[in-house]
């Protein structure tokens, strides 16, 4: 074998010439192999054996027309002879399998060889003869050899390859669609974030601009004094403070009546809702000079409903509840 697996002209050549035998059905035995022939056109054999096979070949036309095929094949082109072209190459092949069934079945089997004369019976078995009848009288019996086995190859090879290509595509087809869904994915995900960063600069506009309301200064800010329970009681009065506030009220100030608070160095307060949920809770809360506390509050963060302020006492002890101011926020029409 040559490199990248080819068969070379002479291996070919040697397989052509056991076809021939085998066509032939001529024993081994009776017949010089093809080995021996090519061995006495090289002059390689001793002269007892080249002059054995001279005298064979003067007698037997087939082994004689396998002789001259070795010589075809061995000397150098003649004169007017011209190596075969790719168009000529893939012609003969067509040609080639077109009359291969035909000829099979007019070859006589093995009983009848013996029927036939020796010049027949090459005419009709010899494959020279039919390579030269099927290629040209032009075309050398052992180049149309080796064109038939590379276009044989060459068929194999094809065939291999367009499977490999078929895999090929259907991978690629299958890693496209997988692709295209991740794509897809991807630019649903891109949506999804874009509409959330959207919402956020929304929300924040909204909070900039409830923070810079919050911040401008309020005029005519209300205030409340609100008085603790047991005080409101003994004046005779409901026990919760009523306050009333208007819608554009951004912000008021709740003054708690310290009357009859235990003194304490420091105070705590806690802003109960009417369920009893505790909404906000402080320390640090001290009198004024009058004894009252003061605590400002949004409105937003005391909306319309009831609510409780509880007062506690601090010391080292811990803390004491020593007021609770209930209240009522209603918000007036104008």
């Known amino acids: 074998m040559t490199q990248g697996g080819i ?31 090519i061995a006495s056109r090289e002059g390689r054999l001793a002269p007892a054996e080249q002059e054995k096979i001279q005298i064979h070949l003067a007698t037997c036309n087939t082994c004689l027309q396998i002789y001259r095929d070795i010589v075809d094949f061995v000397d150098p082109l003649r004169e007017g002879e011209q190596a075969l072209g790719q168009i000529e190459v893939r012609k003969a092949w067509s040609a080639f399998q077109q009359r291969m069934p035909h000829e099979s079945s007019q070859r006589p089997g093995r ?6 004369s020796a010049d027949r019976y090459s005419d009709h078995l010899s494959l020279p003869s039919r390579l030269s009848r099927l290629f040209g009288s032009s075309w050398r019996p052992e180049v149309a050899v080796a064109m038939a086995a590379s276009l044989l190859l060459a068929l194999g090879l094809t065939g291999g390859w367009a499977l490999w290509l078929k895999s090929d595509r259907q991978q ?30 929304d929300l924040k506009r909204a909070y900039e601009s409830q923070l810079a309301e919050l911040k401008a200064p309020q005029l005519n800010a209300p205030v409340y004094d609100v008085f603790p329970e047991g005080v409101v009681q003994r004046s005779g009065g409901t026990s919760v403070n009523q306050l009333e506030l208007s819608p554009r009220t951004k912000e008021f100030t709740l003054v708690l009546n310290g009357e009859g608070v235990p003194k304490y160095s420091s105070y705590g307060v806690e802003i109960v809702s009417r369920g009893g949920e505790v909404l906000w809770r402080g320390e640090g809360l001290q009198r ?15 909306d319309e409903g009831t609510y409780a302020v509880k007062l506690y006492g601090i010391s080292t002890q811990g803390s004491k509840l020593v007021a609770e101011y209930r209240m009522n926020i209603r918000l007036t029409p104008r």
């Open 7 to 37: 068969m070379s002209a002479r291996e070919e050549f040697r397989q052509y010439l056991r076809a021939a035998a085998t066509m032939q059905g001529n024993p081994q035995g009776h017949h010089p192999d093809e080995q021996d022939l």
């Open 288 to 302: 004024d000079r009058f004894g009252g506390f003061f605590i400002r509050v949004q409105r937003s963060f005391m």
């Open 111 to 116: 009983s009848e060889v013996g029927k036939v």
């Open 172 to 201: 690629l087809a299958q890693r496209l669609s997988e692709v295209s869904s991740q794509a897809a994915r991807v630019s649903q995900l891109e949506e999804e974030r874009r509409q959330l960063q959207s919402q956020a600069e």
